[in-house]
Structure formats: structure tokens, C-alpha cells
């Protein structure tokens, strides 16, 4: 038996994931499909996608999608509303970290990197506010970062957009909650994904977890999805408009 919660209220709901194939949002998808929720995800790697449906069950709804792309992402949320009858949780998490340099960022990547890391999910939170009302309420999810509060160099517009996100998710629970919509942001910190292991976690980067979180262990994706169950049950259902920390003690 697992030593971790099982949330009862979570059972039955309609979860949608964006970047659900990889990394934290696979472990997502992966959390809420064994809490009994019925799950649906969005991504552009479909073979991740296909590898993740393989291990957990057919169910698990799948659509291709790319979050710049407005129009699409908001067919995708109403595809899976009209399938699951409204959407209940929506967790915002497809984001692209890649490194740059200051000097190097021109108008045209910096409008692509808002299009991926901030618009959706002002967008897809949109979408799905009025199933959500009609329904009774729901809990819609925003992932920040601590490059916020870190000031992280080297990819000032991933660092800009995801400050975006903690305004937005502020203003967006006082929007929605008439309607009993609670907006919350889970803000990760160095979480070990295969792409992170694999680009960034070298013998400085080991060095700077050594020193710079207060617990020894390494972050991994479960880590966040833990989190992010604990949202969107009924257990925190008075939370609403806050940042929820999970960082090992980095900041």
C-alpha cells in the first residue's frame, strides 16, 4: 500500500493535463488516472504520448496539440468537455525552458517564448470557466517556477513569463471565484526530469543543490503531482489565489 494520500473527491472528476506526455505533466496524468480520475492530456511528442497511454490504460484520453496555437489548444479543451461533459481540474503545465542568452533575444523569440510558457494558460483557463460554473465550481492549476524568486540568468523570458503566471493566477481566483473556481500555482523548483538530467545537471549543477536546498534529496516529478493532487481535491477547497512551494527549500 502506498504511504502516500488517496483522495476520495478526486475519484470520477475530468482532469485535463497540458504537457502531459513527459516529465512532471506525465507524472500528472499518472497520479490522477490511479486516484480514479478520468484524465486527458495534451502534447506535441506524440510518441511520449503513446508510451504513456500503453502503461496506464487506453482511457487515458490523448490529443495532439501545441499550446501556441490558441485556436487548437481551445478545440482540444472543448473536445474533451464534450467527451467528459465538463472539466473539473485543469492543470496547466506545457512550458519550455530552453537557456538564452540576454543580448541574443530578439522580438520574434520573445513573443514565442510567451506564446508557450504564458498565453495558454490565461487561455485555456478561459475555455474552461463556464463548464465549470455550470457544474459548481473546479480547481484550475497554474505551474510557476522558482526562477521567479531565483532571478535565474541565462532565460530572462522564461523567468518573465512565469512571474506572469503568479499575477495572473491571482487576479484570475478573484475572476473566478464567484463562481467557486479556485485558481491556485504550484511553483516546482530543479525537478529531475529526463531532460533536465540529461541538458543541465552537471557536477555544478549537483554543487549548487548541495548548497542551495535545505533537504539533501533531489526533487522529482511525483514530487510536484503530489501537490498538485492535494489542489485539486476537496481537501483544499478554501485554497485559493496562492503559490504552493515545492522546492526542497531553495528559496
Not at 41 to 61: C, K
Not at 125 to 133: C, E, L
Request: hydrophobic share 45%; aromatic share 8%; proline share 2%.
Amino acid at each position: 500500500m502506498s504511504r502516500y494520500a488517496r483522495y476520495p473527491s478526486i475519484a470520477g472528476k475530468s482532469v485535463f493535463v497540458t504537457g502531459g506526455a513527459s516529465g512532471i505533466g506525465a507524472s500528472m496524468v499518472e497520479q490522477f488516472f490511479d486516484q480514479g480520475a478520468r484524465v486527458g492530456f495534451i502534447d506535441i511528442d506524440d510518441g511520449a504520448a503513446d508510451t504513456l497511454r500503453q502503461r496506464l490504460s487506453a482511457d487515458v484520453s490523448y490529443q495532439h496539440c501545441d499550446v501556441g496555437n490558441i485556436d487548437d489548444l481551445k478545440s482540444a479543451v472543448a473536445a474533451f468537455e464534450a467527451a467528459q461533459g465538463h472539466i473539473d481540474v485543469l492543470v496547466n503545465n506545457a512550458a519550455s525552458d530552453d537557456r538564452h542568452d540576454v543580448d541574443d533575444v530578439d522580438a520574434a523569440y520573445w513573443d514565442n517564448r510567451m506564446a508557450i510558457n504564458l498565453r495558454p494558460q490565461f487561455f485555456a483557463a478561459q475555455a474552461v470557466r463556464r463548464g465549470m460554473a455550470a457544474a459548481g465550481g473546479g480547481s484550475i492549476i497554474n505551474l510557476g517556477s522558482i526562477v521567479v524568486q531565483m532571478g535565474a540568468t541565462d532565460a530572462i523570458s522564461y523567468v518573465t513569463a512565469k512571474a506572469g503566471i503568479h499575477g495572473m493566477t491571482r487576479a484570475l481566483a478573484r475572476e473566478f471565484g464567484s463562481d467557486r473556481i479556485r485558481v491556485n500555482s504550484v511553483v516546482p523548483g530543479w525537478v529531475m526530469t529526463e531532460r533536465q538530467v540529461a541538458l543541465w545537471l552537471d557536477e555544478d549543477g549537483e554543487r549548487r543543490i548541495a548548497e542551495c536546498q535545505s533537504l539533501p534529496d533531489k526533487l522529482v516529478p511525483e514530487d510536484i503531482a503530489r501537490m498538485v493532487l492535494f489542489l485539486a481535491s476537496d481537501d483544499s477547497e478554501r485554497c485559493s489565489g496562492q503559490d504552493f512551494i515545492v522546492d526542497g527549500g531553495w528559496v
